[in-house]
């Protein structure tokens, strides 16, 4: 079946820089979302890779490599804030838009 | 108005009960979803509406029934639940289906426990 791995855990300092991979078996989908989740609250929308390449958000860029069947998402200046669980998803659109979600990692800012 | 709500936010309920649960945006989304989510998983895709109607059923039991009475509601109807159904049921809308990186826009979820 659609499979998207991620790490399950990382941990990073405020004012770092961390990385979430993304790797996939699955080809076939229109693009790779990222969304934010914080404990108990609703996923939140954070970036969008249509294209091979960079996106940049803000403080958040993500990236895409078809041909290595691999993204991630790139977070700057790391605040508190920011501990949450991130999930990679593959946005099939066509006719449904649906969205296969990654496994998620679950970031932890410390001070 | 970028809020999807959703109706109860808890629900507890025994295996004989009928309840459902409400979803509810004023977006003018055309696409609404049902997701199922247990603790520390991503959330599972469980139906997909598009202009009111059903365009992608995952597999999903019959004892989930979903429903879109019109373009701003969408409601999922649980009867003879299982306790391994319990979860947090999340709604989400986005604003058409077929457009690339098309935003989903989720709401706060229905923790759901099965007795």
């Known amino acids: 079946g659609q499979s998207l791995e991620q790490p399950s855990e990382v941990t990073a300092v405020e004012g770092a820089i961390v990385q979430i991979n993304c790797t996939y078996q699955?080809?076939?989908?229109?693009?790779l979302s990222w969304y934010q989740q914080h404990d108990g609250g609703a996923p939140t929308f954070l970036s969008y890779?249509?294209?091979?390449g960079l996106e940049e958000t803000g403080r958040f860029s993500s990236f895409l490599s078809r041909s290595d069947s691999y993204g991630y998402l790139l977070l700057q200046e790391l605040q508190m804030k920011d501990s949450a669980s991130y999930f990679c998803?593959?946005?099939?659109?066509?006719?449904?838009?649906?969205?296969?979600f990654g496994t998620g990692t679950l970031l932890a800012v410390q001070p | 108005d970028t809020e999807v709500t959703q109706t109860p936010k808890h629900l507890v309920m025994g295996m004989t009960n009928k309840k459902s649960l409400k979803c509810e945006q004023h977006?003018?989304?055309?696409?609404m979803y049902w997701y199922k989510q247990k603790a520390k998983k991503p959330p599972e895709l469980m139906f997909v509406?598009?202009?009111?109607?059903?365009?992608i059923n995952e597999s999903v039991p019959s004892r989930f029934s979903p429903e879109c009475p019109n373009s701003s509601l969408l409601n999922l109807h649980l009867h003879a639940l299982q306790p391994e159904d319990s979860a947090l049921y999340l709604c989400?809308?986005?604003?058409?289906?077929?457009?690339?990186?098309?935003?989903?826009?989720f709401g706060p979820g229905t923790r759901l426990t099965v007795l």
């Open positions: 989400a809308s986005s604003q058409d289906i077929g457009g690339l990186g098309n935003e989903q826009f």
């Open positions: 699955t080809s076939g989908f229109y693009g």
């Open positions: 890779n249509g294209l091979d």
């Open positions: 998803a593959q946005n099939y659109g066509g006719a449904t838009n649906k969205l296969i």
């Open positions: 977006m003018g989304h055309r696409a």
């Open positions: 509406y598009s202009y009111e109607k059903l365009s």
